[in-house]
């Protein structure tokens, strides 16, 4: 539901001259145009409340605060509209703006508006276009804001320790992509790591408790057999790419003892692996596993022991984050994690 709600308001990049250059039309203050121009200023220094109140119908008692956490279009910094037309009917109004957000221009927009005792206000009347479906968050906010808080909910670390994990997991993948961006190995990226429109991508391994090393898995994807495996550490505070191996189905038999052997059900490593990559394969440990699902919007979050399957959380499903969300405020650690690093701690 979450997710759907995100499609339902996220603004689609559409392409447009800018608003550089674009004729703009007269907003003088208590005009129709001004009103327009007046929410967009609101948004920019996030006075929610004051947005709200130009906008009929608008909660001006809603903590917003719930949105910022929620809603990705209400953490803009910088939003601007040009007011391009203004066409006025009695008490009812409709106003034509090109529009900008944190320095990315978007498609032309238009939406109505309503004067209530002599003033403007902001008026949804059904535009379809993305900005008026922003302003609805004004009228039912609570609607709109609690199926996401209790979807989130879901996979949202509580704990100060998982809170702290999580997101030094969401810096140290961001970092790796900042290190690898416009970089390839033959027709692969250089960081190992491959989107795809399906259910499955890579796979982003860290060791149980840590967020200064993982393993991307692109095992299996897209093809009939073969991949990489790709090895990233935190070295002086800085990602570095350890070793990148070609998964090809031949090779060295490896027997499945340790986790990782087990988890990728890879026997098989090319001739001179890496010693280090030959070593983990042999070694008992747990994996936090995170994969991208692009066409649902979200992260599959599970967790591997060492010992038995996969642990995708009840009935086999695996807990699923929402993408943006896990971003903000980091990979969702699953009580499964949670449970083997207590766990480990009274065994020693």
Known sequence: MAHLIRILLFFAVIPWGGLTGRQAAPTEPGTPGAVVVACAEAFSRH????AAGMVVGGDTAFDYRRMVANVPEFGRKKV????????????????????????????EQKIGLKRMEGVWKLAPNGTGYEFERLVLCFVIPEKLVRPMEEGHAMTRNLDGEAIRLGKARTVFLSKVFSVSEGRYSGDRPYSGYEETMMDQGTEIL??????????????????????????????????????????????????????????????NLPKNSPSDLVRLM?????????????????????????????????????????????GKAGFYITPEEIFYLRSSELSR
């Open 80 to 107: 601007r509209f040009l007011v391009t037309k203004v066409q006025v009917d009695g008490d009812a109004a409709t106003v034509d703006f090109g529009s900008e957000y944190d320095g990315v221009t978007y498609g």
């Open 282 to 326: 042999g070694v008992s440990q747990g994996y936090a596993c995170y994969t991208l699902s692009v066409a649902m919007g979200c992260y599959y979050c599970g967790f591997f022991n060492g010992e038995a399957r996969k642990n995708w959380g009840r009935h086999g499903e695996p807990p699923q984050q929402d993408d943006w969300q896990a």
């Open 206 to 267: 860290f060791p149980a408790g840590r967020a200064d090393e993982l393993i991307f898995c692109l095992v299996n994807v897209g093809q009939s057999e073969g991949g990489k495996l790709t090895y990233w550490k935190l070295v002086r505070g800085k990602p570095r790419r350890i070793w990148q191996v070609n998964v090809t189905g031949k090779g060295v038999r490896v027997p499945k003892v340790g986790s990782l052997a087990k988890l990728l059900d890879t026997p």
């Open 47 to 50: 006075d929610f409340k004051a």
